[in-house]
């Protein structure tokens, strides 16, 4: 549909779209963690289980390595030939990735072409991770109404967030309903298959999306933008340091919180990992509710003063709320210590996607903002849980996140109010 048509898509399409594809990524990111204790031993050699699992796990990260990348691929089909083929393209890799993973051979029946075949579906779905966020994000933002687009935006970690709880869901249905047995032989394969099937409703529902009008208007006014766009990245770099600044200590306190608390819990605080499971869901609801609230707020106060609270609110309640988990032994305070912390943080992350778009022009939008972000999830987010195992204690970790967060906090300073600027200057 061209931009001078006058009947543009629904809300709900719009949100629809982006939200699915959205979903369907961060639900892949969290079933290979969720089953790689089952996985480990069929795709690596399993005389050694222990190494089995660390090998599985390694695999995980070269995910996270394959991020930056994929926002500097599809960044640049996003701000070359459109943002709704870069969604698309991104939920066929998220797809074949998933796909490959629930077909992968055992190492019994392929030896090492079995942890290979692994390492590439890592690979497709990192490139897709890394690319799909920059992607979605811009998208969304170009069609929100400007002074509802923190509001919009919030439906960005929402999806996630209910992807994330869709794989949990998965692992408790199946850890209930199958034997250890079924788990290790076969059972591990079907969340990646229905991974693989949401890939293809979700490729059919953006499908079914216009381009954003912001960037057809912008070719027809400059054909040549085509041709600059890393030209032009290069030459911002300073609004790219400020993405990688603003984004590191959110990226660790998110995933501490979201991610890792739970399994610190068990391991350091002597939590069940019941208990653990209880208190991520419930965590991550309370996350689902506050986001639009804290979008729809951004959009009336601005977003500096949100994003200000959303990093320095938990930087203060770090140690206390630890300590308190420490102590206390009780699952309920473990349940309020996390929706706390992820309450403050969607002060930030309700409206993000807005905020990123907000800061770069129509001709760098995607990719201006995808390849720092990524290289920040990456460098931050992706070694979060490496640096808390090696520093051996949640307290020094505790100062480690606390000084990112100080100074996604101080970055957020140097930023202007961007609340309601028109995307198409």
């Given amino acids: 549909m061209s931009a001078t048509t006058t009947h543009r898509q629904s809300p709900f399409t719009t949100i629809a779209g982006t939200g699915v594809g959205n979903a369907l990524e961060w639900y892949d990111w969290n079933v290979y963690a969720t089953f790689a204790i089952y996985f480990s031993t069929q795709l690596f050699d399993k005389s050694d289980g222990a190494s089995a699992l660390l090998n599985t796990l390694a695999v995980f990260a070269v995910g996270f390595v394959?991020?930056?990348?994929?926002?500097?691929?599809?960044?640049?089909?996003?701000?070359?030939?459109?943002?709704?083929?870069?969604?698309?393209?991104?939920?066929?890799?998220?797809?074949?990735?998933?796909?490959?993973?629930?077909?992968?051979?055992?190492?019994?029946?392929?030896?090492?072409?079995?942890?290979?075949?692994?390492?590439?579906?890592?690979?497709?779905?990192?490139?897709?991770?890394?690319?799909?966020?920059?992607?979605?994000?811009?998208?969304?933002?170009?069609?929100?109404?400007?002074?509802?687009?923190?509001?919009?935006a919030s439906s960005i970690y929402v999806t996630g967030t209910l992807g994330?709880?869709?794989?949990?869901?998965?692992?408790?249905?199946?850890?209930?309903?199958?034997?250890?047995?079924?788990?290790?032989?076969?059972?591990?394969r079907l969340p990646f298959a229905v991974g693989a099937v949401l890939g293809l409703f979700a490729l059919w529902m953006r499908l079914r999306m216009d381009e954003s009008e912001i960037f057809e208007a912008a070719q027809k006014s400059d054909p040549a933008m085509r041709d600059n766009v890393f030209v032009e990245v290069a030459r911002n770099w300073k609004v790219a340091l400020?993405?990688?600044?603003?984004?590191?200590?959110?990226?660790?306190?998110?995933?501490?919180?979201?991610?890792?608390?739970?399994?610190?819990?068990?391991?350091?605080?002597?939590?069940?990992?019941?208990?653990?499971?209880?208190?991520?869901?419930?965590?991550?609801?309370?996350?689902?509710?506050?986001?639009?609230?804290?979008?729809?707020?951004?959009?009336?106060?601005?977003?500096?003063?949100?994003?200000?609270?959303?990093?320095?609110g938990p930087a203060i309640l770090y140690i206390p709320l630890v300590k308190w988990i420490e102590s206390s032994h009780s699952p309920g305070v473990l349940i309020v210590a996390i929706a706390i912390q992820l309450a403050l943080l969607s002060g930030f992350l309700s409206h993000a996607p807005a905020t990123y778009a907000e800061m770069f022009p129509t001709e760098q939008r995607a990719s201006g903002f995808g390849i720092p972000y990524a290289l920040a999830i990456a460098l931050f987010g992706g070694t979060a849980a490496y640096i808390m195992t090696w520093m051996g204690n949640p307290l020094r970790f505790a100062i480690y996140s606390i000084v990112l967060l100080v100074i996604s906090a101080a970055t957020i300073l140097t930023l202007p109010e961007t609340k309601g600027k028109d995307l198409r200057h």
């Fill in 242 to 312: 400020q993405v990688i600044g603003m984004t590191c200590g959110l990226t660790v306190g998110y995933y501490v919180w979201s991610v890792t608390m739970p399994s610190l819990a068990q391991s350091s605080f002597g939590y069940s990992a019941a208990d653990a499971f209880r208190a991520t869901i419930i965590g991550n609801v309370v996350f689902i509710i506050m986001l639009p609230i804290w979008g729809a707020l951004s959009d009336c106060v601005g977003r500096r003063p949100t994003m200000i609270i959303a990093l320095l």
């Fill in 164 to 188: 994330i709880l869709l794989g949990m869901v998965m692992g408790l249905v199946l850890e209930t309903t199958l034997t250890e047995a079924q788990m290790t032989a076969w059972g591990w």
């Fill in 66 to 152: 394959a991020r930056p990348f994929g926002g500097f691929v599809f960044g640049w089909l996003a701000d070359r030939i459109g943002r709704r083929h870069s969604l698309m393209v991104a939920v066929i890799c998220a797809s074949v990735g998933s796909l490959l993973i629930a077909c992968t051979p055992t190492y019994a029946q392929v030896g090492w072409v079995a942890s290979a075949v692994l390492v590439l579906a890592r690979l497709i779905q990192g490139l897709a991770h890394g690319g799909e966020l920059p992607s979605a994000q811009t998208y969304l933002a170009e069609h929100a109404p400007r002074e509802k687009r923190g509001l919009w």
